[in-house]
T-cell receptor, first 111, second 116 residues
Framework: GENVEQHPSTLSVQEGDSAVIKCTYS??????FPWYKQELGKRPQLIID?????GEKKDQRIAVTLNKTAKHFSLHITETQPEDSAVYFC??????????FGKGTMLLVSP | DADVTQTPRNRITKTGKRIMLECSQT?????MYWYRQDPGLGLRLIYY???????NKGEISDGYSVSRQAQAKFSLSLESAIPNQTALYFC???????????????FGPGTRLTVL
C-alpha cells in the first residue's frame, strides 16, 4: 500500500518568514495530493490540493509543488502569520481510493 | 463543518466495556470513513464505506467494527475496549461526484475517547 513520509515533525518560524513542509510518497499510481490544516482542538480541513497533471498550484499565501519523478510534494506558506500555527497533514491517493496521511507537522509562528 | 456530527464528543470508559461512537452527516455523501488520531502518528484509517452496502477494513481495523445503518449514519464500535484504544476519533465523508476535488474529505468534530 501507499506510504507517506512527512518532514519536519515540528517547525518554528518568525512571523513574516516562509515555511516549507515536505512529503514523499511510495505509490507511483498516486495522483491526488491534498493538504489539511488542523488547528488546536479542531477538525482537519482541506486547505489546498494538487493533481499529478500539474506541477504547482497557488492560493494566496499558500502553494503546493509536486515532483512526480522524485515522488515528493511540498507545501509552501509565505508571509506566515500567528493564525497559521496549526498541525498540517499531507496525504496521497490514487483519486478513487482512500487517502493515506503523513504523520503531520506542527507549525508554530511566533509574533 | 456542522454537516458532519459525532456523538459523544467525549467519553471515558473502562477496560472491557463495549462502546459505540456515532457519526451522522447531512451532506448527502456516499463515502464515510473512521480515523484514529494519536500524537505523532497522524490520521490512521480504521474502516471505510463507499456506500450503504460496502464496508472495508482500513490500516488498523483490529479491535473495531462498524455499521453503516444508512447513507447518513456510520457507527464505530469497540467490542471490548482496551487502554491503547485511548485516542481522538474522527469520522469523515467524501463524494467523488463533486468533481472539483475527487477525494476531499469533510471531517466531523471528533470524539475523545479515554479507556481506563
Amino acid at each position: 500500500g501507499e506510504n507517506v513520509e512527512q518532514h519536519p515533525s515540528t517547525l518554528s518560524v518568525q512571523e513574516g518568514d516562509s515555511a516549507v513542509i515536505k512529503c514523499t510518497y511510495s505509490d507511483s499510481a498516486s495522483n491526488y495530493f491534498p493538504w489539511y490544516k488542523q488547528e488546536l482542538g479542531k477538525r482537519p480541513q482541506l486547505i489546498i490540493d494538487i493533481r499529478s497533471n500539474v506541477g504547482e498550484k497557488k492560493d494566496q499565501r499558500i502553494a503546493v509543488t509536486l515532483n512526480k519523478t522524485a515522488k515528493h510534494f511540498s507545501l509552501h506558506i509565505t508571509e506566515t502569520q500567528p493564525e497559521d500555527s496549526a498541525v498540517y497533514f499531507c496525504a496521497a491517493s490514487t483519486g478513487y481510493s482512500t487517502l493515506t496521511f503523513g504523520k503531520g507537522t506542527m507549525l508554530l509562528v511566533s509574533p | 463543518d456542522a454537516d458532519v456530527t459525532q456523538t459523544p464528543r467525549n467519553r471515558i470508559t473502562k477496560t472491557g466495556k463495549r462502546i459505540m461512537l456515532e457519526c451522522s452527516q447531512t451532506k448527502g455523501h456516499d463515502r464515510m470513513y473512521w480515523y484514529r488520531q494519536d500524537p505523532g502518528l497522524g490520521l490512521r484509517l480504521i474502516y471505510y464505506s463507499f456506500d450503504v452496502k460496502d464496508i472495508n477494513k482500513g490500516e488498523i481495523s483490529d479491535g473495531y467494527s462498524v455499521s453503516r445503518q444508512a447513507q447518513a449514519k456510520f457507527s464505530l464500535s469497540l467490542e471490548s475496549a482496551i487502554p491503547n484504544q485511548t485516542a481522538l476519533y474522527f469520522c469523515a465523508t467524501s463524494d467523488p461526484r463533486q468533481g472539483r476535488s475527487t477525494d476531499t474529505q469533510y471531517f466531523g468534530p471528533g470524539t475523545r475517547l479515554t479507556v481506563l
